[in-house]
């Protein structure tokens, strides 16, 4: 029985010692308490969430983030951050806790790999992943907007 509880536990709430689990224990064991407000928004405009120290994104790591109660995966490619919504469009499965291979980011469900760059996903090329605006500045990482299909997520102008 303990099986089967575990296997549901991971399932529904992640592993352990998964990404979601490091978030949750990053933030005080609730990942929505990490709200905007709490962060020092000051360098940032435009309607951006501060989300991250920089120093807590390493080179190839995925990291889950809360902006207005959804969640974020926000991850660092070749040095430059990128933020693809957390929540798998295919079953909703969390992204986060998939893995990172260059730029693609594959579900931990069922496999589906998505371009972080573009949202393009590579089983299924009509169900991208929403990406959004990820910028790095003075030592913060902050998400803004969905950027429109189609668009990659460079800084903004
Ligand atoms: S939920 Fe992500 S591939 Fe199925």
Redesign the pocket.
């Known amino acids: 029985m303990a099986g089967i509880a575990g296997l549901l536990r991971v399932f529904f709430v992640g592993r352990e010692d998964g990404f979601r689990a490091r978030s949750r224990s990053r933030w005080g064991g609730t990942p929505s308490a990490r709200t905007p407000e709490s962060a020092d928004k000051s360098q940032f405009e435009g309607g951006f969430h501060d989300v991250l120290a920089s120093d807590e994104l390493a080179e190839g790591e995925v990291v889950e983030v809360f902006v207005d109660g959804d969640p974020v995966a926000v991850c660092r490619v070749a040095g430059v951050v990128h933020a693809v919504s957390g929540a798998?469009?295919?079953?909703?499965?969390p992204?986060a806790d998939g893995s990172l291979d260059g730029a693609v980011l594959t579900?931990?469900?069922?496999?589906?790999g998505f371009n972080v760059r573009t949202g393009e996903c590579l089983?299924d090329p009509t169900n991208p992943v929403p990406v959004f605006k990820a910028v790095e500045r003075e030592g913060r990482i902050a998400v803004g907007s969905v950027v429109p299909a189609g668009r990659t997520d460079g800084p903004p102008g």
């Open positions: 798998c469009p295919h079953a909703q499965g992204l579900c931990p469900f069922h496999g589906w089983v």
